[in-house]
């Protein structure tokens, strides 16, 4: 039986890639303002309709969201990120733990076997402003660097796959860090994550980060 012929891909197709290559490279970052209609078309080679038709694309699956009046910006990093968003505001909190603990523990493991120099590099960095953060008491500081840090992790596991699934995590990781009394406690248990990964231990890595998020679950 005679193969049919590949269907060319459609302009809006195109356009949706183009928009979806500024993301991954990180032209256009989470909450940023995307360009207008005619900036965007002349960018992307394609008319203001076909771009007009991409963006509708991309903010039904929440990856772009529009605002009457005010412009077009962006809601998730991909769409794999954005449809996690829309599932961990439908439950409980307990149940993100319980998922997060699936994937942060295999992450930890994946991270301590792959990690590179630089990696060691940002986590280093990322402690640093974590500490710093405690003392001076800046609360807002600590939960960026804090979640900063989680990220960093699964960063570390040089799996795209992994990286974006856990994008999806983002928005409510940072909501739910404070700086509190067991701050000094939970700062241990993050070096105990940190010396495992540098120590390419990858079974330590692990079950240092289960006790984490059981202190955290508590």
Known sequence: M?????????LVDQAIDGMRALLADGEWT?????????????????????VREAVRALAHTGVLEVRR?????????????ALMRRQVSRVDLRHVLEVRHA????????????????????LTAVMDRRAAAV?????????????DFHLAVVT?????????????FEDTLRATIHLDDETTEI?????????????????AASAAVTGLLHTLAR
């Open 2 to 10: 005679p193969l049919s012929a590949t269907t060319p891909r459609s």
């Open 30 to 50: 989470l909450g940023a303002r995307i360009p207008p209609e005619p900036e965007l078309a002349a960018a992307l080679g394609v008319s203001r309709n076909t």
């Open 69 to 81: 009046g005010d412009g077009t910006y962006v809601a998730a990093a991909n769409e794999v990120a």
């Open 103 to 122: 994937i942060e523990t295999r992450a930890a493991a994946l991270a301590a076997e792959r990690r590179s120099e630089e990696d060691l590099r940002v």
């Open 135 to 147: 003392a001076t008491e800046d609360g807002d500081a600590f939960a960026e660097a804090d979640a």
């Open 156 to 168: 570390a596991t040089h799996n795209p796959l992994l990286i974006e699934l856990y994008a999806g």
């Open 187 to 203: 700062a241990d248990e993050h070096a105990a994550v940190f010396d495992a990964i540098r120590a390419q231990d990858a079974e």
